[in-house]
Structure formats: C-alpha cells, structure tokens
DNA sequence: GAAAAGATTACCT
DNA sequence: GGTAATCTTTTCC
C-alpha cells in the first residue's frame, strides 16, 4: 500500500464539523508526537466515531472528571484508560469524538500501532496528555492525509469492544490494509 | 462505602 | 476462539 507524504495541519476548522465526516477523513491522516527531540508519527487506517446521544460514548450521561476533555473546544485530545492501556480521542464537536484505533507505523518504522492501546504507546501518549489541543507548534499534530484514500477503500462497519450501539456502522477503516485491527471489518 | 463494568491486550487451548 | 490480568471511574445501595 503507497505511503503517504505529511499534508497540511489540521485544526479547530476541520475539527470542527459533523463527526462522522471528520472520522472518514482522518484515514491516511499523519499523527506526529514530539516530546524533546524525539520524534513519533503514524498514519492512522481505523477509527471510531462516538455521537451525542450515543449510548456507547463516554461522554452519554454528561461530563464528569473523566470525560471533560470531550466537551473541550474541536481539536482536543481526550484520553482515558481501560485496564492497563490507554486510548486517546480527538474531539470534534462538545460530546463527540473520534477515537483512533489503528495506524501504520511510520516512525519508527518497525513500531506496531495496530490497536487503539499499542498506537497510544507507539506515540507515547499517556493519561498527561488528556486534554491537549492538537495544533502545528503543540506536542501533538494531526496533517491532513495525502493523497486522500480512494473513496472505496474506505469501510464503515459496527464499532469493536462496546456493548450498547453495538449496530451502528460507525468504525471506519482502509480496506485491505495490515495494520486494521481484529476483528477483521467486513464490508458493507 | 462497596461493587461492577470497561472504546484492551496478551497468552492460553 | 476464550479468558485472565488489573485498576480506575462510575454507579448503586
């Protein structure tokens, strides 16, 4: 599969707007970490998108001291633990966010950011890192993908590991591509 | 204050 | 394919 080259930042405007239109468009987008002179970036395959009035959203009941990061301003980044992992959202609109489940590893080359954990740790995210703004001069950047994915390569299947909303086809993902994570996306 | 559940992962058969 | 690990937040009594 081509190897995309960095596009433009992305920011409050593109953050900004309905999410699930800003989750299909986050495929092939390139999320570059810098801490130091350390440097980490992926290209992300698979995400999730989490509506208002979603029972499977964190941020369903309201905002609690977990969860706040999700109602900041478009563009934050909301990441909450599970077991002994992390995961990290962007936020688009206050409730609603994208989480990002799976990448291509980029730098380093030979990381393994299949899953919403490993890519955390690929990046070297940490619960610290709840509710940063993305942007061109913050820690974290997102870059617009390019080229864009073809549209037909882009998948919407049911979200993984939830247990409400378990039908709404609201994972996207790149067809065909290695670094997807299991359950395997069907096509619809 | 106690109990349950969880946007996962690694390791077992 | 199934299950244990492991621990914090949320929810319920």
Redesign the pocket.
Known sequence: MARSSSGRPLGRAFFDRPTTRVARELLGAVLTVRAGGDVRSVELVEV?A?LAH?P??????G??????S?FGPPGTL?V??????V???LVTRPGE??????ARPRRPAHA?P????????VLGLT?ADDGQRVGPRGRLSVTAPRPRPRPDLVLRSP??????AVDRPLRFSLAGDRWV???RPRAT
Do not use: K, W
């Not at 499977?56 to 009941?61: D, F, I």
């Not at 905002?63 to 706040?68: G, I």
């Not at 909450?80 to 992992?85: D, K, L």
């Open positions: 999730e989490y979603d499977a959203s964190h941020a369903y009941r905002p609690t001291r977990r969860n706040r999700m909301y909450f633990r599970i077991h002994q992992v995961c990290a959202n966010a994208v989480l990002l489940r799976a393994n299949s899953g919403p954990g490993r890519l955390c740790r619960i979200r993984v590991g939830i247990s409400r994570s299991r359950p």
